[in-house]
């Protein structure tokens, strides 16, 4: 694996040092937000370039204030396609209105967004400010009274004040300081796969989405403004661990066989052009605590929700972010993270629990959840049903 480094400006000598892993959201968030108050970062990313692609990201809430006080929102502009059409697809493609994306959800303003997008909003942030050294990562952490020290992958140790563990669902950092994934990880009994498309679909304009179900199978393209479309699919199965080895495309196919009429066999063929197409099992991940000694997860390695809360990236950034207030307002690390996790836990537990509801909207378990998602689609597409969807979503 090759390494590169971006340059980084020239903070006081006596800064302190925070050791961040893995530059996605999470991590560029807390490098900002730490430089911010006065800290020295050093990300170390381990794969060898900048992960630039992505799906959609709803973003509101929490991480879009964090946003907002970080100066960020100018950089990303909502997505969403003025002219484009929402459709909903039965399982043989038939196509009726579908249900639109509000502007507005539980009281705070929603922009629609790539996951592109926040990273180059952070990316850019960051650039001047900190050090990004790619293609290597921790393979040891030991800590002492005075401070933590990472021995890299390339050999080299780092000593730090703070290492942040913002290395994603899979996280390195939490298996070598908190234990083997196992103990963490809270599967969900199906699989996701997402990719860029290369085209709209046939019989499709730019801007238009469609969202397609039927009980334990979805599939959903989502379009954007200047963005071709991009496409997931979920499907259900009492084995995902076994799944995802297989080859996505040959479980897709078979998972999604006589599925959505057109529509599915188009994404398909779709994602056998990708050249980067996701394909995991869906889970949480629950710790008791996110922090120990000088040690801290952060983002998907810490609390992971699941595309089903849509607050994955948001809370990444909430969470950087008040990381960094809240080590500013305490003397040392220790005080400040469990000052920080008590903070945080109750949003991220909330979170977690709207994820398990919303899983079966995004894919129905049965027939009967099926019908009442539906049933609640085409209410919505009435007078009366939009105006308290309105009243509902605040
Ligand atoms: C289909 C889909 C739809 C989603 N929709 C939404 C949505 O609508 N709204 C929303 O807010 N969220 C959404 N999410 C979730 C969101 O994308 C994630 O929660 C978020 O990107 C997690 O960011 P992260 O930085 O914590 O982790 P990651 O993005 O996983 O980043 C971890 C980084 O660490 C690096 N790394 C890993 N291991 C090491 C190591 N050992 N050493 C060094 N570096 C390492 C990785 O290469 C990576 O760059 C969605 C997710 C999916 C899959």
Redesign the pocket.
Known sequence: MTSSSTSPSHPPRTAPRALV???????LAAALSLHRAGWQPLI????PRR?TGG?????NGP?YAAAERLGLLDSLPDRRDPQGRMFEADSRGRLTPGLAFPRQLNGTPMRMLL?SDLERALYEAVRDLVEIRYGT??VAVAQDRDGVSATLSDGSVERADLLIG????H??VRSLVFGPEDLYRKDFDHV?A?CVMDAPLPGMREGDTVVATAPGRSAWINSYRDHPPVA?LLHRTPWPAAEIRRKPAEALRQAFAGFGGDVVPAMLDAMDRSESV?FDQVSQIRLNRWSQGRVVLL???AW?MT?HS?????M?IAGAELLARTLAEHDGPSAALGDWERRLRPLVTRHQKEALRMRHFFMPANTFGYIARRGFVRATNTPVGARLGKVLMG
Request: a positive charge; one cysteine or more; hydrophobic letters at 30%.
């Open positions: 892993v893995g530059s996605g959201i999470s991590g170390v990313e381990r794969s992960r799906y959609f990201v709803r973003f991480g996951r990562g921790p913002a290395d994603g669902v996280s390195t996701v997402a997931f996701l983002g998907d390695s992971c595309l849509g607050q994955g990236s948001g990444g």
